[in-house]
């Protein structure tokens, strides 16, 4: 594979919200998360495990379990800053379709805090540099399954509400998940039933800094806050889309 090829591969994985009823064939799964088996982990103690939710009634369960979390989140979205705009509308699902509960698989990627026993005495008794390790390595997991996704035509989300705490709890008791695990994300998993909007990007000579900074390189509280708002209207327009 040459550059050209990665960056390609990079632009086309977005997170889609919208999916066919299509089932995913069992050989696409397993081969998302072969390719999670090969990410980069701290001193190589890959802490991930997979559990893949199709039974239609569990996936009931847990959309139910995270509207009840997302409660939570529409009451706290009261306390928004009014320069910001507009509050997140975060709902499990819009008006005009746009949702994860459709998608035919969910994968729950895990975590075994256990495995932090393998780390350097000077990490494993730091505990913030030791959640750092460990985290950094499920995300590294994480990107790859959505990379892999991406590889066989399928559409993927994050369905980060699922580490709330009350969800979180109530996920692991359904499913039989042990109390030694840790559910770190979930990928909502099919076929797109939508096509990707244009993405929003910072200007990459904005952001990249050589050898010694200087504080005027950086930018400035109000440049932050323009963007945070143009960022956060995008991804509301985003999110209020119809299915194509």
């Known amino acids: 594979m040459n550059y ?16 066919k009823p299509d089932p995913v064939p069992d050989e696409y799964i397993e081969k998302i998360i072969d390719a999670a088996r090969w990410a980069p982990s701290g001193f190589n103690m890959q802490p991930w495990e997979f559990a893949v939710v199709k039974k239609p009634k569990l996936k009931e369960e847990i959309v139910k379990l995270i509207g009840e979390g997302f409660l939570q989140f529409k009451e706290m979205e009261t306390t928004r800053e009014p320069w910001q705009g507009a509050l997140w509308k975060l709902n499990i699902m819009n008006k005009k379709g746009m949702d994860f509960t459709k998608a035919p698989v969910y994968i729950i990627l895990l975590g075994d805090p256990r495995t932090n026993a393998g780390l350097p005495m000077g ?40 580490k709330l705490p009350f969800v979180h709890c109530m996920v692991k008791d359904l ?19 939508i096509r990707p909007s244009r993405k929003f990007l910072r200007n990459t000579e904005k952001m990249v800094h050589y050898d010694k900074c200087d504080k005027d390189d950086f930018r400035t509280d109000e440049e932050v806050r323009d963007f945070v708002k143009r960022s956060r209207s995008w991804t509301i327009g985003v999110l209020s889309r119809s299915p194509d």
């Open 175 to 193: 499913l039989g998940i042990p109390n030694s695990m840790e559910i770190h994300d979930m990928m909502a998993l099919g076929y797109p039933a």
């Open 123 to 162: 990490i494993r008794f730091d505990p913030n540099l030791c959640q750092s390790v460990y985290r950094d390595s499920l995300a590294s997991a994480f990107l790859y399954m959505h990379l892999a996704a991406t590889t066989l035509g399928l559409a993927s989300q994050w369905v980060s509400a699922i």
């Open 4 to 19: 050209e090829s990665l960056l390609e591969l990079v632009k086309k994985r977005r997170s889609i919200r919208c999916f």
